[in-house]
């Protein structure tokens, strides 16, 4: 116990039993749960209090969200940690609240108005800081506590106070901090106070740095230079390096949100943007790459991955450190450096020796080292997985496209066709090899047609997947043969795989006869009209857009597929919407049926998840032309999230140029470039506007995103973020002109 203090069960309670909780909401809905949680907490049987724990963490802190459960549940683990009950777990929930919580308005009440009056209700993150704060003597008098983990949760806990409790927090942590003499407590505690207050603990941080501070408290004060801003000097770069690997010293932490600490100082210096910091991290990196630690060289492989995310620059400098590293692993690659030379492209060129002998291995190494060549020298790559791809599954798939959103990059090589032509012959159904092969094959185009024997042979194997394929590497002399096999299906087999086969012999011969009638039979079978979502409105939608004035007997179809207007839809009714209404304009002629079926989509801005949806709308409604103009004020109301503005300027510019503000256009879409929102469709428009009616300043950014250091390109897929940026460098500087 604190202080003495006595635990009154019964009272405890009661006074449980006094709050409606069942009105309070947390993660999963009513809070009705949370006082049984309590009583467990509280409770004598162990088991049951980690269950509770465990309940509480994924209720009312859940993934670090908090709610109005969470601030209600405040008072009542004060007073079960105050008693002395797993006072540290306690201490530690209550410090991921006050973490997960916000500064409150200072000119705010304590509680928020009666229901229906015209108070504003405080938000849930500035309740759950308020409830900590006013417990806050509770973790400062646990500082001083004899057991020297609840000292260290104390401390924690309390730099998560924030300004609202940093006046109290911050004279008593530093009081403990002048006397405390353990190594972990004395860097929790340095932590919390540059949370709290930076400015003033950042000389305490400076002279904690040199050796004779305990490791513990040396990595802490480094971090602390970093978050202050302090610049980075030798000093620090060498207590890095002193302390390598830094993981170790992070494990006992409490800072579980910054529990990597080398990636963490890496992202603080290249967050600062400048050249010198850019060249701390590498510094830094490479001499960790280096290192004779093998956990070092690991913890340094992850960060220049990040590294090499982040920054255009990072590949080139970090390039001869990471091949050490892989040169140091021998065959195992226990670093991942083997795998982090593919993330270096065109920059890793000095590492293909490296990556074609490895590549020559058995097992998952040899795997993996053509997978990381398939990036560096697609070339190269191509003509050794020709060897046998079924035993090279990562760099396979590498070659066909790697992760959803990247695109193949080997180019079509005579042995790797030969060897993907003999897959073809003895592939068997089932896994993703079948979708791997036909994306590469496709990618090649006519290069691949020696490919259409075999793929014609596999076409029973495959109705759905190969039609495509077919149509995209049959070569003008096969075109009659192919078309033969196409339409023999579109007779037989289930309805699916009728309507591939019959939507791949119209892009290839433009025969719509046998598509029309399964294009009828889809839109009778399936849901619309009645708010049902069908995916295969849209298949049939979309094909029959592509057979243009020819379809206008499925137009009854198409407007009975429409939802009802003015109904809630969800955004799967709404993309079915769009497509309808395109396809009725593509075989119409006419914008009447469409203008207000996307009036209604483009209207509608308030649902989750609802961006791609807008775009497909804004996208139809470009594709409409002058007859759309009703639609320029919703399109202009899309101007302003940068989401949208690539597509809902290019759409106002088909629609009704005359009201576009070209300059203030111009302006917003290099903002949407310039945050990563929407690069590609943001430089994609302002190449459609014209870049040389820019002004000089949008010139200026316009390049700018091409030549700067930090990466435009921000997420994706891991392995895609560095291949996609490239792509826009280079998109960028063809369209002002550069290399």
């Known amino acids: 116990m604190i202080d003495g203090m006595d635990f009154d069960r019964a009272l405890f309670h009661a006074e449980l039993d006094a709050r409606p909780w069942a009105s309070y909401t947390h993660a999963y809905g009513s809070a009705e749960d949370v006082p049984g949680c309590l009583r467990a907490l509280a409770g004598d049987d162990g088991a049951a209090a980690e269950e509770a724990l465990s309940e509480l963490y994924g209720s009312i802190l859940h993934q670090g969200s908090v709610y109005e459960a969470s601030a209600k549940a405040v008072p009542f683990l004060a007073r079960i ?421 019959a939507r791949a012999l119209h892009e290839l011969t433009g025969d719509h006869g046998p598509l029309l009638p399964l294009l009828a039979e889809r839109l009778a079978g399936s849901a619309g009209g009645g708010g049902g979502s069908d995916e295969l409105i849209r298949e049939a939608a979309e094909a029959g857009a592509a057979v243009g004035p020819a379809a206008a007997s499925l137009v009854p179809a198409l407007r009975a597929a429409l939802n009802s207007p003015g109904g809630e839809r969800n955004n799967p009714q709404m993309d079915d919407d769009i497509a309808v209404a395109v396809a009725l304009h593509r075989i119409t002629g006419e914008v009447a049926d469409a203008v207000p079926v996307l009036a209604g989509v483009l209207g509608d801005r308030g649902g989750l998840w609802r961006r791609w949806t807008l775009v497909r709308a804004a996208e139809a409604a470009g594709g409409l032309g002058p007859g759309a103009r009703p639609l320029a004020p919703a399109l202009k109301a899309l101007l302003a999230d940068p989401q949208q503005t690539p597509t809902a300027a290019l759409a106002l510019h088909a629609v009704a140029p005359d009201e576009l503000d070209a300059g203030h256009v111009a302006g917003l879409l290099l903002d949407a470039a310039e945050a990563g929102t929407a690069p590609f469709e943001a430089v994609d428009a302002l190449v459609a506007f014209g870049t040389e009616t820019l002004s000089g300043q949008h010139r200026a950014r316009l390049t700018a995103l091409a030549e700067r250091d930090r990466r435009v390109v921000r997420t994706g897929l891991d392995g895609t973020v560095e291949i996609a940026d490239e792509r826009l460098r280079a998109r960028v500087r063809a369209a002002v002109g550069g290399e």
């Not at 790559?381 to 396979?396: C, K, M, Q, T, V």
Request: hydrophobic share 45%; net charge negative.
């Open 81 to 501: 940690a105050a008693a002395g009950i797993r006072t540290v777990d306690v201490l530690l929930l209550i410090g991921g609240i006050a973490e997960g919580g916000t500064d409150p308005d200072p000119g705010a009440g304590p509680e928020p108005g009666p229901a229906g009056s015209e108070a504003v209700r405080e938000s849930d993150e500035a309740a759950c800081r308020r409830a900590v704060v006013a417990h806050l003597p509770l973790l400062l008098a646990s500082v001083e506590h004899e057991d020297r983990a609840v000292r260290q949760a104390a401390a924690w806990a309390a730099g998560w106070t924030g300004t609202a409790g940093a006046a109290l927090a911050v004279p008593a942590l530093r009081d403990r901090a002048a006397i405390e003499t353990d190594p972990l407590v004395r860097a929790e505690l340095l932590t919390s106070l540059v949370e709290l207050d930076p400015e003033g603990t950042a000389p305490a941080a400076a002279g904690a740095i040199g050796p004779d501070s305990p490791p513990e408290l040396r990595l802490a004060a480094v971090m602390a230079c970093a978050d202050t801003g302090l610049p980075w000097t030798r000093a620090h770069h060498e207590a890095v390096l002193d302390l390598l690997p830094l993981d170790r010293l992070a494990a006992d932490r409490y800072d579980h949100s910054r529990n990597e600490p080398l990636h963490d100082i890496s992202l603080t210096l290249l967050d600062r943007d400048t050249e010198t910091d850019r060249e701390a991290v590498f510094a830094l990196l490479d001499a960790a790459l280096r290192s004779d630690d093998p956990e070092a060289r690991t913890e340094a492989v992850w960060v220049a991955m990040t590294a090499c995310e982040i920054s255009r620059s990072a590949p080139a400098r970090l390039a001869p450190a990471l091949i050490s590293a892989a040169k140091a692993d021998g065959s195992d690659d226990a670093s991942g450096a083997l795998s982090a030379l593919g993330r270096l492209g065109p920059c890793g060129a000095p590492a293909v020796d490296l990556l074609a002998a490895r590549a020559a291995d058995d097992g998952d190494t040899g795997d993996r080292a053509l997978e990381a060549l398939v990036t560096v020298d697609p070339v190269r790559a191509a003509s050794l997985l020709a060897r046998d791809p079924g035993r090279r599954p990562r760099a396979f798939q590498a070659a066909a496209g790697g992760p959803v959103g990247s695109l193949p990059v080997v180019p079509c090589d005579p042995g790797l066709l030969s060897a993907l032509r003999r897959r073809l012959a003895s592939m068997e159904p089932g896994g993703a090899t079948p979708f791997r092969l036909a994306a590469l094959l496709t990618s090649w185009g006519p290069d691949a047609s020696a490919a259409v024997p075999e793929l014609l042979a596999a076409l029973p194997a495959y109705p759905r997947l190969l039609p495509k394929v077919l149509v995209a590497v049959c070569p003008p002399g096969r075109r009659a043969e192919v078309a033969d096999a196409l339409r023999a299906r579109t007779g037989t087999g289930p309805a699916d795989e009728r309507f591939e086969a």
